[in-house]
């Protein structure tokens, strides 16, 4: 009886793990990744939450003007996307941009 206690038990921890809603993630957990992917002193006012995949930015940078580099990173535990000399179109600025995945949602920040 108690084997059978303990493999219902196992199971049912198991299912709720499945279909439970992933951990929300905080602010602080946000910007401790882009902390450590060298953007310090940020705050949530400097990112923007994006519901674009990491795959469509990668997607969309070839379309852009110009993108120098493409590098996969991770940071924190989130994977993440660097893009470097980013000029979406003929004439603007180029910058840099960091897109970190964070499950649900991507926040991205460009210099």
Same mark, same amino acid.
Request: proline share 3%.
């Given at each position: %009886?108690?084997? +059978? +206690? ?8 198991? +299912? ?7 951990? %929300? ?17 940020? &705050? %949530?006012?400097? $990112? ?7 795959? &469509? ?12 580099? $493409? ?9 993440? /996307?660097?893009?470097?000399? /980013?000029? /979406? ?9 960091? /897109? ?12």
């Amino acid at each position: %009886m108690e084997f +059978l +206690l303990t493999t219902f038990c196992y199971w049912n921890s198991l +299912l709720e793990i499945l279909i439970m809603e992933p951990k %929300m993630i905080t602010e602080d957990q946000i910007l401790a990744a882009f902390e450590e992917a060298g953007h310090e002193y940020l &705050d %949530m006012d400097d $990112i923007v939450e994006t519901k674009e995949t990491l795959d &469509d930015f990668k997607v969309s940078a070839q379309t852009w003007s110009e993108c120098a580099e $493409i590098h996969d990173k991770e940071y924190s535990g989130f994977k993440s /996307v660097e893009f470097g000399g /980013v000029q /979406v179109n003929p004439g603007q600025p180029r910058y840099a941009l960091t /897109v970190i995945d964070f499950g649900k949602t991507r926040y991205a920040y460009k210099i």
